[in-house]
């Protein structure tokens, strides 16, 4: 499905529905967005919220034959405690039948894909990720990442809830900075963003600065997009050289 998500192409959602379980959770846009669909009566909502498995959407990748960069499970969580493993199995066998496109993973639940894949090889078409909103919730979940050898390291840092402090970012490929939306937002600080961008110098990482989200930089609420997605005037959409030139010529 295609998507207004910057730093991806499309979506693939072979699951819906997730469970909180960090401070990074409590906002959830995927809650907001899995009870309109519910509303909707969309195949694979019909309990809003609740984790559940979609046989339907399975497929999908296997009938685009042009390369596209995939974010999986945009509504949910791949490694979800409820995910049967016999299910997550034919994810990564669709993964592998279609090596022409490139599969972004992202999770919470970075001991289970550890636990995973000291089981099972990573395909070669696969990037992982792990949110970090926090320190104590969000920055141990790095270690669990680096330790994994796919193309793609990666850290979803959205919604930044405060300042990290000094991160470790060994064998970390890329870094997405963002602050959060809706009426609930909590406010991101300029400092916060401009600590994690100079470690990403430093250690020479790409930087991506998503938004700002519904408080700007000057710390006053109003509609997301007034707010832009500008950092100190300039717009830092930086991707990983694997992959850089398809983001660029807009592939």
Known sequence: MATRIEWTEATWNPTSGCTKISSGCKNCYAEVMAQRLRAM???????GFEFNIVPSRLNEPLKKKKSTVY???SMSDIFHERMPLDYLDKIFSIIEATPQHTYQILTKRADRMYDYFLRNRIPSNVWLGVTVENKSQGVPRIDKLRSLQAKVLFLSI???????GSINLENIDWVIVGGESGNRARPMDIKWVLNIKEQCENGNVAFFFKQWGTWGADKIKRNKKLNGKELNGRIWHQYPEVIKKQFENGV
Do not use: I, K, W
């Open 158 to 164: 959205e919604p930044l809830l405060e300042d990290l």
């Open 71 to 73: 974010f999986v499970n």
């Open 41 to 47: 009566r969309t195949v694979g909502y019909e309990n």
